[in-house]
């Protein structure tokens, strides 16, 4: 099962480091590109919380199968799409089934595994959800640099085989209740899909056009009226599509923030070490997974601690040392210059990558050890949900943050740089003899000739700026530990 939640998670970083090579094979323009990444989100985020209903309609066991066949499938059918609109509806199908398969894994841990070894349990199913995103740059800039395109998804093809083969003999068979699939709510599932479908599209397009824009505005519109109607008929209805009574529980409810803010900085960093690596430092695909392995690295050796501690102590405690030592990371990422590269990437890394695992382990059984048998598909589901949509609305802030503050940042270096300001040459990674004199060349003149630096410094100053806000939204999470009740393991 974590084989499959793994391919479902890595599918996403792989594809995202290729992107421009699928665009040239299948001659897409480059305003429809975003859309291969787009589909696939969308439809995963539909997809994770219909999983309770569904695990309870087919069983987790025929669900898994299920979604994992289809999974598979249409990674083959991606790789032999013929054009741009086959490729979109394989992707979709790709979506909603590893959407389904996220959540399964987190509930199978609690539902097929003694109180005992749910520790072990989780650190495996946490180690692969968070290592995944981490290690998606370094595989696919390989597979892109040494095959071609279509292996970005037949490598999902032999895993998903053997997987589905394996489960099917192991996991142990549960009869489901197909007549709830009758009494499905679907005016709910349909307002669903349309809040989170428009809520993903809004943050994909709002930093490029602007958050008041006549477009933005209308696609928000349209989410808060759907996603409300959503909650009413949720709340309403004896069979509802999630079950959003679970945030009734205090330490549910605050789990799933946690979640939500554990998203904002997991996928945020994610996305900004790419973006530095390859617009101020010119690094590859490839040399870029290279430098963001460390932190998959440091995340496998804390994993045994944290199995142990998580065994051990107060789950509070641990999820705020966790949340400490992560916006710890997030904030010393700020003090990167235009000459910053592995070496002083190192450190932030291996704190992020320690820590990660007090904020994924420890909060997962604040949100599902206590719960009802019946309610941890749903808790599971909704708890996820709430990760990749802090994720989602992380890196939509962070490219708000970039993107506007990044000509501010060039118009200062620039400046400065003219001034012979030493600091400034020092962040560029230049030389004060490099620039000439205003004695000799005008002011203009001189911030031409050295535009692909200021440039460049420009934009790690608002980079920094993005390291600096994700940190203090991951700090935010501490000050929520106080209101958590303590968990009694034994319970």
């Not at 695990?55 to 499938?73: E, I, V």
């Not at 690094?283 to 601690?305: C, E, R, S, W, Y």
């Amino acid at each position: 099962m974590c084989v499959g939640m793994f391919m479902a998670i890595l599918d996403i970083q792989i594809v995202a480091t290729s992107l421009p090579a699928i665009r040239d094979a299948l001659n897409i323009s480059p305003d429809r590109m975003s859309w291969i990444q787009t589909s696939y989100l969308i439809a995963e985020v539909i997809a994770i919380p219909l999983t309770g209903l569904l695990s309870r309609a087919l069983s987790g066991r025929r669900l898994f199968l299920g979604a994992l066949t289809l999974f598979t499938l249409a990674s083959i059918g991606c790789a032999f799409s013929p054009d741009f609109a086959t490729l979109i509806l394989f992707r979709i199908l790709q979506g909603l089934a590893g959407g389904c398969l996220i959540p399964l894994v987190f509930s199978a841990v609690f539902l097929m595994f003694p109180v005992r070894q749910q520790g072990i349990a989780t650190t495996i199913a946490g180690v692969l959800a968070v290592l995944a995103p981490t290690l998606g740059p370094t595989v696919g800039g390989y597979i892109t640099q040494t095959y071609s395109w279509p292996w970005l998804f037949l490598v999902n093809v032999l895993p998903g085989i053997a997987s589905v083969a394996i489960a099917a003999v192991l996991l142990p068979r549960a009869s489901g209740d197909l007549r709830l699939l009758r009494r499905m709510d679907w005016l709910g599932l349909a307002a669903l899909a349309l809040g989170l479908a428009f809520l993903e599209i809004s943050l994909k397009e709002a930093p490029e056009r602007g958050w008041t824009s006549m477009l933005i505005l209308c696609l928000l519109a349209t989410v808060i009226v759907s996603l409300a109607g959503f909650v009413v008929r949720s709340l309403r209805r004896d069979l509802p599509i999630a079950d959003l009574g679970l945030f009734r529980d205090r330490n549910f409810a605050i789990a799933c923030a946690l979640s939500f803010i554990f998203g904002m900085g997991l996928f945020g960093s994610v996305y900004l070490m790419p973006v530095f690596l390859g617009l101020v430092r010119g690094h590859g695909p490839l040399d870029i997974g290279l430098v963001m392995l460390v932190t998959g690295v440091a995340q496998l050796l804390a994993a045994p601690v944290a199995v142990q501690l998580e065994q051990r102590v107060d789950a509070r405690i641990l999820t705020a040392g966790g949340f400490l030592c992560f916006a710890a990371g997030l904030g010393w990422s700020f003090f990167q210059t235009a000459a910053t590269d592995f070496d002083g990437m190192f450190w932030p890394q291996v704190l992020r990558g320690c820590a990660i695992m007090f904020c994924l382990l420890p909060p997962t059984r604040i949100a599902l050890g206590l719960l009802a048998e019946s309610k941890v598909p749903d808790g599971s589901a909704l708890f996820n949900l709430m990760r990749n949509l802090g994720g989602a609305i992380g890196v939509a802030l962070i490219d708000t943050v970039i993107w506007q503050r990044v000509e501010m940042h060039s118009k200062d270096i620039g400046t400065r740089l003219v001034e012979l300001d030493p600091d400034a040459a020092a962040f560029a990674d230049m030389s004060i003899h490099e620039i000439p004199s205003i004695a000799f060349v005008p002011p203009e003149s001189i911030v031409e000739m050295i535009r692909p630096q200021v440039e460049k410094a420009g934009l790690t100053l608002a980079i920094n700026d993005a390291w600096a806000m994700v940190a203090a939204f991951t700090a935010i999470g501490v000050l929520l530990i106080p209101f958590v009740r303590r968990t009694d393991r034994s319970s």
